[in-house]
């Protein structure tokens, strides 16, 4: 049985054509494994708080003393065994402002963490994850960012794959739903939907 983490993070749920990608894969692996373990974090409904002075401790890899300390570090703990345990990671990802959301990135503060998901080397950080994860990113927005003038302009992408890199998670492919904001978005968004789906033969 294969296990999945699936973390939305559109703000627009009912229109969001992000979530609606991520739903057309989830609804493919599910008929084609009623078994699947599907963990799933809605972001934008339930955010998580920022990073707070008390963790730095175990972001650093030192002793956490009881208390505010041992709190933060322990929710950073739960959301890394989530990820650890998972044979998928889904990211719902809509470009907000040229990068991925906030909620998005407060989740990454808490999962990248030396000395328990990377660790420095000579040879520059080594991903500590368990090998073979596989990573989607679901990611809309209102132009077209893939290529053309404003491709310079994308930190959705490159960003995600060098931090999930770091980490060890290698194996990221992405599905883009372009131009939602652009006369011919009903289609861009019907073939964004149908590419998802696919992914979970």
Known sequence: MSQLLVLHNSLNPENSASRAMTEAYLAQVRAADPAVRVIERDLAADPLPHLPPAILPAMFGQTVQPGPEAQAAALSDRLIAELEQADVIVLGAPLYNFTIPSTLKAWLDYV???????????????????????????????????????????????????????????????????????????????????????LAA
Do not use: C, N, W
């Open 112 to 198: 990248v963490r030396s000395g328990r998901t990377f660790r420095y080397t000579e040879a520059g950080p080594e991903g500590l994850l368990p090998p073979g994860k596989r990573v989607l990113v679901f990611t809309a927005s209102g132009g077209v960012y893939s290529q053309g003038p404003a491709a310079a302009l994308d930190h959705l992408v490159p960003y995600l794959q060098a931090v999930l890199g770091m980490i060890g998670l290698t194996q990221v492919e992405v599905v883009r739903a372009e131009g939602m904001a652009l006369p011919e978005a009903q289609q861009a968004r019907a073939q964004a939907i149908t590419q998802a789906a696919r």
